[in-house]
């Protein structure tokens, strides 16, 4: 038997991360992605990361076309722990850019339940962002 805790709103967060550093062809494997997110979210005060990490792959076809494995960063407001949204996406954005600059990523795509961004890093030899 088992007993049903708080229903809370449902809110959550995803990144894309690519695991190549920058566009080249030096690949991040999963377990550099997972020390890596030990390390950033240990060096950030107060904040802790839990969720999963799903090895997928980007692809871009069309006009364009692209492909670069990649691994999903996905996490929510936890019932058990309920917090402001707006709190939890300022963290989860310190978090996930930390990380990418970490890895060396150009970019990541950062999306939450309500919004969708961009980020670019240090690393961004063409940026999209003004």
């Known amino acids: 038997m088992f007993k049903m ?3 809370i709103k449902t809110f959550e967060a995803k990144a894309i991360l690519g695991l190549k550093v ?3 062809e030096e690949l991040i494997s999963l377990n550099q992605v997972r020390e890596t997110i030990k390390k950033v979210a240990a060096s950030l005060e107060g ?7 799903t090895p997928s792959e980007i692809i871009v076809a ?3 076309e692209y492909k670069e494995s990649c691994v999903l ?4 407001i936890y019932p058990r722990f309920p917090q402001d949204e707006d709190k939890f996406k300022k963290e989860f954005i310190e978090f996930i850019g930390k990380l990418a600059e970490d890895l060396e990523q150009e970019r990541v795509a ?5 919004e969708s961004l961009i980020l670019e ?3 961004c030899k063409n940026p999209d962002i003004k």
């Open 5 to 7: 805790g708080m229903n």
């Open 47 to 53: 904040y802790t990361f839990s969720g999963t990490l």
């Open 62 to 64: 069309g006009e364009k």
């Open 22 to 24: 920058g566009y080249s």
């Open 73 to 76: 960063i996905e996490t929510s």
């Open 110 to 114: 950062v999306i939450f339940t309500d």
């Open 121 to 123: 890093t240090k690393y």
